[in-house]
């Protein structure tokens, strides 16, 4: 019989305990800010900036909005964006991606200043990361670390295999797996044997974005199998995981929807306090 690793009940914890963080900072005198930045009209990036905010006023987070002209220059971004930074009531900053063409996403997202990166992109929070001396963690891996440690289940000494190497999940979620003595394998789209490297997980990761990618015969009985894909398959959202065949091998494992997308909001939330807690030396 398998577990089913419910994200909501699970982000629900996690920003209920934020709540209290922002509540215990106001106490002091101190708020919380978050500035989320949007350029253009993409109509995903539109409802994943109005989910932010939700959460954000949920917790007594506030939230300011700069929705720019898709026609914004480098220029202009970079200059809102130093306005931010120098901005002391503001503890987060976040520029939704993608940015329009001929935005350079590496430009603008190493312009915010690291210490209020609450996505954790910024080079220099990427190397916090792989060093293992973080503050900021991207916030799909770590809601998937919250899910973990939230259901007892231990890393140390298990294989881990990730499938997927992006920049804000595979590789991130990788390297927080070895923090936690895991022994990591990162597979990717040339990755030969993919079946066998995936049939020795205890843990398996999928983020590799293609609907029902992973089959029961890759995953071994008794796996924890992590869903992260968001994929659409006729209309319907759905993971990368065929979620019907691989749950009966699996001991655990995360639905879609309500599995790891409920946690990434929760961790931008955690990420939020952390700036703010920080900045003010609480
Ligand atoms: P991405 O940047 O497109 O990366 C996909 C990865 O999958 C790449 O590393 C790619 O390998 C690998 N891949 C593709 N085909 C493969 C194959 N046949 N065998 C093995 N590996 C293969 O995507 P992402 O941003 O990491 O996102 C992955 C999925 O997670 C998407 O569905 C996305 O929507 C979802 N997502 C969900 C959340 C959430 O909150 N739930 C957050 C972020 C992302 P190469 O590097 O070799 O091309």
Redesign the pocket.
């Known amino acids: 019989m398998y577990k089913i690793i419910d994200g909501k009940e699970i982000s629900s914890a996690t920003k209920q305990k934020a709540k209290e963080e922002v509540l215990a900072l106001n106490e002091k005198g101190i708020s919380v800010c978050l500035a989320v930045i949007i350029v253009g009209e993409d109509p995903a990036s539109k409802i994943y900036v109005a989910n932010k905010k939700k959460a954000c006023e949920a917790l007594g987070i506030k939230s300011i909005e700069y929705a720019l002209d898709a026609d914004t220059t480098e220029e202009e971004l970079l200059s809102l964006i130093e306005t931010l930074n120098s901005e002391k009531s503001v503890n987060g900053i976040l520029c939704q991606l993608p940015l329009p063409s001929h935005l350079d996403e590496k430009i603008i997202i190493n312009a915010i200043s690291p210490e209020k990166d609450v996505d954790a992109f910024h080079t220099k929070n990427v190397g916090k990361i792989m060093i293992g001396d973080y503050d900021f963690v991207p916030?799909?891996p770590a809601?998937i670390m919250e899910m973990l440690e939230y259901e007892g289940i231990s890393v140390e000494g298990k294989n881990c295999v990730v499938?997927?190497?992006?920049?804000?999940?595979?590789k991130p979620m990788g390297m927080l797996l070895l923090h936690k003595n895991g022994t990591v394998t990162i597979?990717?789209?040339?990755?030969k044997n993919?079946v066998e490297i995936c049939k020795t997980a205890d843990i398996l990761v999928?983020?590799?974005?293609?609907a029902n990618?992973v089959t029961e015969d890759m995953v071994k009985e008794g796996a924890v199998v992590i869903d992260?894909?968001?994929?659409r398959d006729n209309g319907k959202l759905c993971?990368?995981v065929d979620f019907e065949n691989v749950s009966k091998k699996a001991s655990a494992i995360t639905p879609?929807p309500g599995?790891?997308?409920?946690?990434?909001?929760a961790m931008l939330m955690k990420n939020t306090v952390t700036a703010a807690k920080k900045q003010n030396e609480v």
């Not at 999928?206 to 293609?210: D, F, P, S």
């Not at 992260?228 to 994929?231: A, F, I, K, R």
């Not at 599995?259 to 909001?265: A, D, E």
């Open positions: 916030c799909t809601g499938i997927g190497r992006s920049n804000i999940v595979g597979c990717h789209s040339k990755t993919l999928a983020a590799v974005g293609k990618f992260v894909g968001m994929n993971g990368d879609v599995g790891v997308g409920p946690m990434t909001i």
